[in-house]
């Protein structure tokens, strides 16, 4: 059946179940290291820090991914990053007194660099199989990779509790780890091998963008994660945990639900936005930013008149979702259509590279914001950093093409 498709649809489906594959492993992993290390006794704080150098080595990957992508080609880094996360994978396997905070950071590491490496490739090589000439297709099918990434990623945090209950932690490591190794022999086999390889050998100093619309929707991208972690990420888990009396099983189960809708709402975004007031991808950005900049100000406000807290949580949420879903689709598509064809992951992994910055910006001030002040206070840091990203996108020079 693959035979008779186009090549391009090929590799689209391959790189897409790649990516895929990958994200499962990626969301049941997280869960299965909160949930194990936590019955073992970690403190939260502890089990914070496991995911630090997780984090952070996802700014430094996918500012080199981007160079390393456009010198030898995308096939090799997607594989690379399936490559490290089996590594990942196989170094929880040691035995359990070998499990110590800094071992588990260092393969939460190799798990960061692997998933911006596939996160990075997976983007860059959609730009190369579209024509220049159709950016609605360019628009729905980075929406459809990146929606369907977040959905499965929800998935995965329910597959992460489902096989540590019946197979144990080893037992789960194990299976995402031979599971992981048929998609990685597959795509050796199967995924062009020259693709996204630049036809000029970049320099370390081009990991830098010049581009000023790349520089535009970079820092757009850092202050928009930036606004959803600030709150999402600690203050909100701790919120219904603590001043709600959720159980773990509750809150845990309530944001795989979130991720998975947002996720879904990503997918659809292509038909929501084609009915917006203009067809230009900028103009729409700066509506929806704005539309979204009123969400956890509104949020905030209904907490500070102590409005049902459920009810303003649940409501809240998933207005926040749907919006910062339609926004985030259309800043990844305009990232892979601003970006060029040639060295296209130089481009995408600076912009990915921003947007791990703000991942791990909005992470540390959730932590810190909350404990001194509130989820009022982070709500409000929110809205701020969404108003400052809906100004920086509205400096984009004007491209048509939805």
């Given at each position: 059946?693959?035979?008779?498709?186009s090549?391009?649809?090929?590799?689209y489906?391959l790189?897409?179940?790649?990516?895929?594959?990958?994200?499962?492993?990626?969301?049941?992993?997280?869960m299965?290291?909160?949930?194990?290390?936590?019955?073992?006794?970690?403190?939260?704080?502890?089990?914070?820090?496991?995911?630090?150098?997780?984090?952070?080595?996802?700014?430094?990957?996918?500012?080199?991914?981007?160079?390393?992508?456009?010198?030898?080609g995308?096939?090799?880094?997607?594989?690379?990053?399936?490559?490290?996360?089996?590594?990942?994978?196989?170094?929880?396997?040691?035995?359990?007194?070998?499990l110590?905070?800094?071992?588990?950071?260092?393969?939460?590491?190799?798990?960061?660099?692997?998933?911006?490496?596939?996160?990075?490739?997976?983007?860059?090589?959609?730009?190369?199989?579209?024509?220049?000439?159709?950016?609605?297709?360019?628009?729905?099918?980075?929406?459809?990779?990146?929606?369907?990434?977040?959905t499965l990623?929800?998935?995965?945090?329910f597959?992460?509790g489902v096989?540590?209950t019946?197979?144990?932690?080893?037992?789960?490591?194990?299976?995402?780890?031979?599971?992981?190794?048929?998609?990685?022999?597959?795509?050796?086999?199967?995924?062009?091998r020259?693709?996204?390889?630049a036809?000029?050998?970049?320099?370390?100093k081009?990991?830098?963008?010049?581009?000023?619309?790349?520089?535009?929707?970079?820092?757009?991208?850092f202050?928009?994660?930036?606004?959803?972690?600030?709150?999402?990420?600690?203050?909100?888990?701790?919120?219904?945990?603590?001043?709600?009396?959720w159980?773990?099983?509750?809150?845990?189960?309530?944001?795989?639900?979130?991720?998975?809708g947002?996720?879904?709402?990503?997918?659809?975004?292509?038909?929501?936005?084609?009915?917006?007031?203009?067809?230009?991808a900028?103009?729409?950005?700066?509506l929806?930013?704005?539309?979204?900049?009123?969400?956890p100000?509104?949020?905030?406000g209904?907490l500070?008149?102590?409005?049902?807290?459920?009810?303003?949580?649940?409501v809240g949420?998933?207005?926040?979702?749907?919006?910062?879903?339609?926004?985030?689709?259309?800043?990844?598509?305009?990232?892979?259509?601003?970006?060029?064809?040639?060295?296209?992951?130089?481009?995408v992994g600076?912009?990915?590279?921003?947007?791990?910055?703000?991942?791990l910006?909005?992470t540390?001030?959730?932590?810190?914001?909350?404990?001194?002040?509130?989820?009022?206070a982070?709500?409000?840091?929110?809205?701020l950093?969404?108003?400052l990203?809906t100004?920086?996108?509205?400096?984009?020079?004007?491209?048509?093409g939805?």
């Amino acid at each position: 059946m693959l035979a008779q498709l186009s090549p391009a649809i090929r590799q689209y489906i391959l790189v897409t179940g790649n990516y895929w594959a990958f994200t499962l492993t990626d969301g049941a992993l997280r869960m299965l290291v909160v949930l194990h290390f936590h019955q073992l006794g970690y403190s939260a704080f502890e089990v914070a820090m496991l995911f630090l150098f997780y984090e952070f080595f996802g700014v430094v990957t996918n500012l080199v991914g981007g160079y390393l992508g456009a010198r030898w080609g995308l096939n090799r880094t997607m594989n690379i990053g399936l490559g490290l996360q089996i590594i990942a994978l196989a170094m929880l396997l040691v035995p359990s007194s070998w499990l110590t905070i800094l071992w588990v950071m260092l393969a939460q590491a190799l798990s960061g660099i692997a998933k911006d490496l596939n996160k990075m490739s997976a983007k860059s090589t959609i730009k190369l199989l579209v024509p220049e000439s159709a950016q609605g297709q360019l628009y729905k099918w980075v929406a459809l990779l990146t929606g369907s990434k977040n959905t499965l990623k929800g998935i995965g945090f329910f597959l992460g509790g489902v096989l540590l209950t019946w197979l144990g932690f080893a037992g789960a490591v194990l299976s995402m780890a031979c599971m992981l190794t048929l998609v990685w022999i597959f795509s050796l086999i199967f995924l062009n091998r020259e693709t996204g390889k630049a036809t000029f050998k970049p320099k370390f100093k081009e990991l830098f963008s010049k581009s000023r619309p790349i520089n535009v929707l970079s820092a757009a991208r850092f202050l928009l994660f930036g606004a959803r972690d600030v709150w999402f990420v600690v203050a909100l888990p701790v919120f219904l945990a603590s001043e709600l009396q959720w159980d773990h099983w509750q809150v845990g189960s309530f944001l795989a639900l979130w991720i998975i809708g947002y996720g879904l709402v990503q997918s659809f975004a292509p038909k929501l936005t084609a009915t917006t007031i203009t067809d230009r991808a900028s103009h729409q950005a700066t509506l929806w930013g704005a539309l979204l900049t009123f969400t956890p100000l509104l949020i905030a406000g209904a907490l500070w008149l102590q409005l049902s807290v459920t009810l303003v949580i649940i409501v809240g949420l998933a207005l926040f979702g749907l919006l910062f879903a339609i926004n985030s689709s259309l800043h990844s598509y305009l990232i892979v259509s601003y970006s060029r064809t040639d060295g296209v992951s130089l481009d995408v992994g600076f912009y990915y590279m921003a947007n791990a910055a703000g991942r791990l910006l909005g992470t540390v001030l959730s932590g810190w914001v909350y404990q001194h002040s509130g989820l009022v206070a982070c709500l409000l840091i929110s809205g701020l950093l969404v108003a400052l990203s809906t100004l920086v996108v509205r400096q984009l020079p004007q491209r048509t093409g939805i």
